[in-house]
């Protein structure tokens, strides 16, 4: 069972910065596309970031285009989410996710981690 365990979450005043990780315990990490979802308190998930298993070009919600960073460090089997200039709107559970090349659908996923940003 493919395990992904993300960490970096916690409460930061807007204009913080905070960046997320996902640990996935699966050396076929480096076929997967990874992607960062998050779910603000009585709303819908939505895929925040992606990066496809070469690194390509990421995906961005066009809301956090210019803030939010994505990468992975395939040796580390970890995905990054680096998030500036957070606002208020950016609080949710932030989930990382996998898809194994070829499945065309999030496969596997974390238990996510809270982002609180205060204004």
């Known amino acids: 069972q493919v395990q992904l365990v993300e960490s970096g979450g916690g409460s930061v005043e807007a204009g913080g910065s905070l960046r997320l990780s996902c640990v996935v315990s699966?050396?076929?990490?480096?076929?997967?596309?990874m992607g960062w979802f998050r779910q603000p308190p009585g709303k819908e998930r939505d895929l925040v970031a992606s990066?496809?298993?070469?690194?390509?070009?990421?995906y961005y919600l066009d809301s956090v285009k210019g803030r939010f960073i994505i990468s992975r460090d395939n040796a580390k089997n970890t995905v990054y989410l680096q998030m500036n200039s957070l606002k208020p709107e950016d609080t949710a559970l932030y989930y990382c996710?996998?898809?194994?090349?070829?499945?065309?659908?999030?496969?596997?996923w974390g238990q996510g981690t809270q982002v609180t940003v205060s204004s």
């Open positions: 990066i496809t298993w070469s690194a390509g070009t990421p």
């Open positions: 699966e050396r076929t990490f480096t076929t997967y596309t």
């Open positions: 996710a996998a898809e194994p090349r070829g499945w065309g659908r999030y496969t596997y």
